[in-house]
């Protein structure tokens, strides 16, 4: 892996260790992003449970860009550190936590699905994967990413892929908001042929049901009852 100083952290670094003793923090290059990542390695032989976070702190309330897209929740890496797996990793999108020298404020809005942001995940994926088999997790904009490094990447051997509150085709979601269109970005019009599991809230008013309904022809669909887009009580993924 490569690695950078912890002195490329931005902000956050509280919230960022809010996380299991067995978990270690990493700083792993890849494409022209370096990306910030929390896990456990425990067994050099069983598959990696990657998560990969939503879109973050992208927008302010009047609709400006941010000048950083570190998320301000902890729900993912809330659930990736209760994964019993003896190998998870939570993975942080390009220019959260740190900066590297090709951010611009574009990775975290229209180009936030852009070839360069899934070229650099992508490598990180592999990195950290190491040639052992990945579990793919993609929480809202992270599930865009995560089913675009699928397709882009044969390669990797993706044993099970899944979402929650994801988002799987732009185009189609920023439409039914009528906001503008992420035109740097790359778009899903099939889903990857791998298995799957889709995790959606019954109350999800920034992923409405029925566009994840529609987006995966209503299989793979598993509703949590009670469940907001940022609220899944008592929430934990089920492989079986």
């Known amino acids: 892996m490569k690695y950078v100083f912890l002195s490329l952290f931005v902000c956050g670094c509280a919230s960022v260790y809010s996380m299991p003793d067995d978990f270690t923090p990493n700083f792993i290059t ?6 910030m990542t929390y896990g456990r390695i425990s067994d050099a032989t069983s598959p990696v449970h990657i998560y990969i976070e939503v879109d973050g702190n992208s927008f302010d309330s009047w609709g400006q860009p941010t000048s950083n897209p570190t998320p301000r929740r902890t729900f993912l890496r809330d659930i990736a550190s209760r994964d019993p797996s003896p190998n998870v990793v939570y993975l942080a999108r390009p220019c959260q936590y740190i900066m590297s020298p090709t951010c611009e404020s574009k990775y975290w809005t229209s180009g936030r699905f852009s070839e ?32 675009l490094v699928i397709q882009r990447n044969p390669d990797i051997r993706v044993l099970h892929w899944v979402t929650i509150a994801g988002v799987l085709n732009h185009h189609d979601w920023s439409e039914y908001f009528g906001d503008a269109p ?10 990857p042929n791998v298995p799957q599991t889709h995790y959606i809230a019954q109350h999800d008013k920034v992923v409405p049901s029925e566009l994840s309904r529609r987006w995966t022809n ?8 009670g469940a907001t887009h940022n ?8 492989l079986k």
């Open 231 to 238: 609220s899944f009580p008592g929430f934990q993924i089920s």
């Open 182 to 191: 992420l035109s740097e970005s790359l778009d899903m019009d099939v889903l």
């Open 116 to 147: 360069r942001v899934i070229d650099s995940v992508s490598a990180v994926i592999k990195d950290i994967a190491d040639n052992r088999p990945v579990v793919l997790v993609g929480y809202s904009g992270g599930a865009m990413v995560s089913g």
């Open 30 to 35: 890849g494409g022209d992003f370096t990306l």
């Open 218 to 225: 209503g299989q793979d669909l598993v509703v949590v009852p």
